[in-house]
């Protein structure tokens, strides 16, 4: 199967946008926000920080970035889908938190922000999506100033057969199921291809350090099937 195209991948997203914090609950086995907390903490924000979320969803990253940053800071969270956006800026509205928060339709592959801008970084789920991961990389790179780290948390296939085979199971009478109860089976049948597609863990941290970053560690969580890549500029 050939990968989707920037706009394929950008309008399943604006389709999916009212069902996509349900299916992330399901998705994670209910373990996403303890992942993100993991991956907000391996980003070294600190109070008074400009952090960036990119491919920010419906914004649970940038809240505990903005969260972090506390009312010094100020957290960029930059989305393609126009849609996801409008659910992130709702769900914070009129909090404090939101306030800090600047919500902002963009490429991942040509951010608008000048070099070295940022403090801090996280990528949730995002970067498996992307259309060109070495030039999303070198983008992160760009923005990020020197030393800073940024946090990339997303699925992986496992290495293990046998947890490669729950994974297909998991997927295949769960997750598929639950989009489809939803509207949306059409648009969950790409994650086995797009987990197929996507780097593993060794071949990320090449990447990245291709992009330039200095240092590139991933963690493997979840017995393989998920990972977060920790770089620093």
């Known amino acids: 199967m050939t990968s989707p195209s920037a706009t394929e991948v950008q309008a399943l997203f604006n389709r999916i946008a009212p069902v996509y914090d349900q299916l992330n609950t399901i998705l994670s086995l209910g373990q996403h926000r303890i992942w993100k907390k993991m991956a907000v903490k391996w980003s070294q924000v600190e109070p008074g920080n400009i952090a960036l979320d990119l ?17 010094m800071g100020r957290v960029y969270g930059v989305d393609f889908s126009c849609n996801l956006l409008e659910v992130a800026r709702e769900r914070l509205a009129g909090s404090p938190v939101g306030q800090r928060i600047q919500w902002q339709q963009g490429d991942a592959l040509a951010l608008e922000f000048p070099d070295q801008y940022f403090d801090a970084a996280t990528l949730g789920y995002g970067l ?14 760009r923005v990020l100033k020197p030393q800073a780290y940024a946090a990339i948390l997303d699925l992986h296939r496992p290495s293990s057969e046998v947890v490669r085979g729950f994974q297909q199971w998991y997927l295949d009478t769960v997750v598929v199921p639950a989009a489809a109860r939803l509207g949306f089976t059409e648009e969950y049948a790409y994650l086995a291809p797009s987990l197929e597609r996507f780097p593993t863990g060794p071949e990320q941290e090449a990447l990245a350090k291709e992009a330039g970053f200095r240092r590139a560690t991933h963690y493997t969580l979840a017995v393989g099937m998920m990972g977060c890549l920790v770089v620093q500029a």
């Open 55 to 71: 491919c920010c969803g419906s914004g649970d990253l940038a809240e505990m970035l903005a969260q972090r940053v506390g009312p």
């Open 128 to 141: 498996r999506n992307v259309g060109n991961i070495p030039r999303c990389l070198s983008e992160l790179h």
